[in-house]
């Protein structure tokens, strides 16, 4: 069973939240997490799917962000940390992610948590990159909390790029090594998704990656009859 995990971002409108939620065909074999604006986090309220959100805040009070407390009053299950939109454009650090981990933990909500490389550079680089990377981010978080985080490979470079084409054996190399990584250092495996500019034309090869455990899909996500058939070709 796979996790799919949907990041609406900011795409849609209310009048299009309300058609996609009449259309959305749930897929049956698979974890569903729907994250949609927190606007319409109301709006999204099922027993056939999770419910997510895009942003939590660990700072109260503050503007423009959620509290874990008014995401648990949601329903919310799951929350993004760690996305590169915020990274680069909000400046959302390592050690923000990594507060942010514990807060949500504690709360009992899931961190998905995103991390990935700024640009295309070679195997070993790229895997050096990803080990700073996770190593800041669970900087004393214990073995318990790191298996209970899913955690999301988006290479920066890939995000919102349609026509790229990702190697599947490069991602299949990189999860597989993050994987061992967690369980030398941790003693855990925990989930691993892949996301960078999923869309019908990629799935069914990554959707063979047996290193994976679901994915995070964004702008094709939004599109609820091509995330209709996404989800169909994972089911």
Request: charged fraction near 20%; proline fraction near 3%; charge should be negative.
């Amino acid at each position: 069973m796979k996790y799919i995990v949907a990041n609406h971002k900011n795409y849609l409108t209310l009048d299009e939240v309300l058609e996609y939620t009449s259309k959305l065909i749930p897929c049956k074999n698979n974890n569903l997490i729907i994250c949609p604006s927190d606007m319409f986090l109301h709006l999204f309220k099922s027993d056939k799917y999770y419910l997510g959100s895009q942003y939590v805040s660990n700072t109260i009070p503050f503007t423009g962000g959620a509290s874990t407390e008014q995401l648990i009053s949601m329903g919310v299950k799951y929350t993004i940390v760690g996305h590169s939109d915020n990274r680069i454009k909000q400046n959302e650090s390592n050690e923000i992610v990594n507060s942010k981990i514990k807060s949500l933990i504690s709360s009992s909500i899931t961190p998905i948590v995103c991390f990935g490389e700024l640009s295309k550079a070679s195997l070993n680089d790229t895997l050096s990159t990803l080990t700073v990377e996770i190593n800041s981010m669970l900087s004393e978080i214990p073995a318990e909390y790191v298996d209970k985080i899913i955690f999301a490979y988006e290479p920066v470079w890939a995000i919102n790029n349609p026509d790229i084409y990702i190697d599947c054996n490069y991602v299949d190399k990189i999860a597989s090594y993050i994987k061992n990584y967690f369980e030398v250092t941790y003693s855990v495996r925990p989930s691993l998704l892949y996301g960078g500019s999923i869309n019908l034309s990629n799935i069914d090869e990554l959707n063979k990656i047996d290193s994976l455990d679901g994915f995070l899909i964004g702008g094709a996500s939004a599109k609820v009859d091509v995330f209709n058939q996404i989800l169909d070709k994972i089911s």
